[in-house]
């Protein structure tokens, strides 16, 4: 490196392509990284929507509800390191101002977020991962997390679930694999309408967590269902080409799906 000269570094996988640029970065706890980019050289593979379409909702209870009735439980690692981080920062907080020992104790206090941290991608990763790999649609929720966290009530565990950077993943997973990335506005009714015969419900308060149709009689999960309804919305905005949403009735393209190869 210019100036520095040989760095000696722990490698996660053998580069490909040409080198160009290489950016140097500290945490808080001491530790340097240097982050490579190259160019392979190769082009990102055409998107095709043949195959299997999932939606996904988000949640604090299970972090993932998918359409097809799996619930990824939520590891709140925040909650995990929670009361050590809190001793580490009352032991930082007795220190004196400018001494060695207060700086002893911030990189100690510094390494439990950067855990945190580490842990929260490693499950993104991996469950971000899984659901790209098995899946060629993914629809997700359009949810504005900055505007959620204000909630004084949620606000730790929003932030601790890291929904913002789990679609991020989504996102730039799917167009390396050449998938397709669906986001549904975030307005759109998904919990209070049925799956089965797209009747809306004038109310239903958090504290439900299944109920019954009134108009065809179907049982549902409101987790699963909301995913349903936010894959077939994600499939209806497919079909008809463009990324708005429609706030007036809804119709299911059946057809133009099955034409696509989709599978619902």
Same mark, same amino acid.
């Given at each position: 490196? =210019?100036?520095?000269?040989?760095?000696?570094?722990?490698?996660?996988?053998? =580069?490909?392509?040409?080198?160009?640029?290489?950016?140097?970065?500290? /945490? =808080? $706890?001491?530790?340097?990284? &240097?982050?490579? #980019?190259?160019?392979?050289?190769?082009?990102?593979?055409?998107?095709?929507?043949?195959?299997?379409?999932?939606?996904?909702?988000?949640? #604090?209870?299970?972090?993932?509800?998918?359409?097809?009735?799996?619930?990824?439980?939520?590891?709140? +690692? +925040?909650?995990?390191?929670?009361?050590? #981080? &809190?001793?580490?920062?009352?032991?930082?907080?007795? *220190?004196?101002?400018?001494?060695?020992?207060?700086?002893?104790?911030?990189?100690?206090?510094?390494?439990?977020?950067?855990?945190?941290?580490?842990?929260?991608?490693?499950?993104?990763?991996?469950?971000?991962?899984?659901?790209?790999?098995?899946?060629? !649609?993914?629809? !997700?929720?359009?949810?504005?997390?900055?505007?959620? !966290?204000?909630?004084?009530?949620?606000?730790?565990?929003?932030?601790?679930?890291?929904?913002?950077?789990?679609?991020?993943?989504?996102? +730039?997973?799917?167009?390396?694999?050449?998938?397709? +990335?669906?986001?549904?506005?975030?307005?759109?009714?998904?919990?209070?309408?049925?799956? /089965?015969?797209?009747?809306?419900?004038? $109310? #239903? $308060?958090?504290?439900?967590?299944?109920? *019954?149709? =009134?108009?065809?009689?179907?049982?549902?999960?409101?987790?699963?269902?909301?995913?349903?309804?936010?894959?077939?919305?994600?499939?209806?905005?497919?079909?008809?080409?463009?990324?708005?949403?429609?706030?007036?009735?809804?119709?299911?393209?059946?057809? &133009?799906?099955?034409? *696509?190869?989709?599978?619902?």
């Amino acid at each position: 490196m =210019p100036k520095i000269g040989k760095v000696y570094c722990k490698v996660s996988r053998p =580069p490909e392509g040409n080198l160009k640029s290489v950016r140097v970065s500290v /945490n =808080p $706890s001491g530790e340097y990284f &240097a982050s490579c #980019l190259y160019d392979d050289g190769k082009d990102l593979p055409e998107k095709s929507s043949e195959g299997k379409a999932i939606g996904i909702d988000v949640g #604090l209870t299970h972090f993932a509800i998918t359409s097809d009735g799996t619930k990824h439980g939520n590891p709140q +690692y +925040y909650r995990k390191y929670e009361q050590r #981080l &809190a001793r580490r920062q009352k032991k930082l907080s007795r *220190q004196q101002k400018g001494s060695k020992n207060r700086n002893k104790a911030r990189v100690k206090v510094a390494k439990v977020h950067s855990k945190i941290v580490r842990c929260r991608e490693d499950f993104l990763h991996k469950l971000s991962r899984k659901l790209v790999d098995e899946n060629q !649609v993914i629809v !997700v929720e359009n949810l504005a997390v900055r505007n959620m !966290v204000k909630n004084p009530k949620l606000a730790k565990s929003i932030s601790d679930a890291g929904w913002g950077q789990f679609c991020t993943m989504l996102k +730039y997973k799917t167009e390396w694999e050449g998938k397709v +990335y669906i986001e549904v506005d975030r307005f759109f009714s998904s919990s209070k309408t049925c799956s /089965n015969c797209l009747n809306p419900v004038d $109310s #239903l $308060s958090l504290d439900i967590r299944s109920w *019954q149709c =009134p108009k065809c009689g179907e049982t549902h999960d409101r987790d699963i269902n909301a995913a349903k309804n936010i894959r077939d919305e994600g499939l209806r905005i497919l079909a008809v080409g463009h990324t708005a949403t429609a706030f007036g009735g809804r119709v299911r393209p059946v057809k &133009a799906l099955l034409l *696509q190869g989709i599978s619902p």
